[in-house]
């Protein structure tokens, strides 16, 4: 059986990982987690133990693709892209993660 918190957890990072790479295009593994950081003002920080292997998971369902390239510090680096089927994830896991921050606001602001 699989944790329902870390579920969650991948969950929340896939969508991040996919909605970044939905609105800015093709990124590698360290701009993505630079992005990520940037638009949730430093309160969002990802490590390479826990970005690598949700891209790696991203790769596996074929939500993205990637390829070789350069890096603008001119270094080998692994460019990410959403596919069709990671933009139809995408929109799916948004509506869930919606539903899901929903209830627990409802559940908090419950006196």
Known sequence: MTN????????????????????????NGWDIANRIQQISEDVLTLNQGSLYPALQR???????????????????????????SGRKQLAKETQEWERFTAAVVRILQTN
């Open 4 to 27: 329902p918190n870390t579920d969650h957890l991948h969950g929340a990072l896939d969508l991040l990982v996919l909605k970044t790479l939905e609105t800015l295009g093709p990124l």
């Open 58 to 84: 991203l790769l596996t369902k074929r939500w993205v693709t990637s390829e070789w390239g350069t890096s603008e510090n001119n270094r080998r680096a692994r460019f990410y892209r959403i596919t069709a």
